[in-house]
């Protein structure tokens, strides 16, 4: 059974940092594309960056190039996201996806909140 288990979120202030991990199971994270989504408030969900499963090549969505890091640990069948200089609006639901040909999966979400 495909599970995704995101944690790490929580409070910061603006300027400040955290990391999410997803920890996965049911499959290899080396074998997916593996992203992280986010969420805010009235808005729709919008990939923020994804790894390729072949080379490990990442990809930032503009808004957090430079201050956001995906990696993956395929010892750990896990995925991270290290947030840099967050700003208010990083404020959402972070989810973890993992997604190959025509199956794709969620976690349930982490809250990631940067008060100003």
């Known amino acids: 059974q495909v599970q995704l288990v995101e944690s790490g979120g929580g409070l910061v202030q603006a300027g400040g940092s955290l990391r999410l991990s997803c920890s996965a199971s049911?499959?290899?994270?080396?074998?997916?594309?593996m992203s992280w989504y986010r969420q805010a408030p009235g808005k729709k969900r919008d990939v923020v960056a994804f790894i390729r499963g072949v080379g490990g090549v990442a990809t930032y969505d503009d808004a957090v190039k430079g201050r956001f890091t995906i990696s993956r640990d395929n010892a750990k069948n896990s995925v991270y996201l290290q947030m840099n200089n967050l700003k208010p609006e990083d404020t959402a639901v972070y989810y973890c996806?993992?997604?190959?040909?025509?199956?794709?999966?969620w976690g349930q979400g982490t809250q990631v909140t940067v008060s100003s």
């Open positions: 049911g499959f290899t994270v080396s074998s997916h594309v």
């Open positions: 996806v993992a997604r190959r040909l025509l199956t794709e999966s």
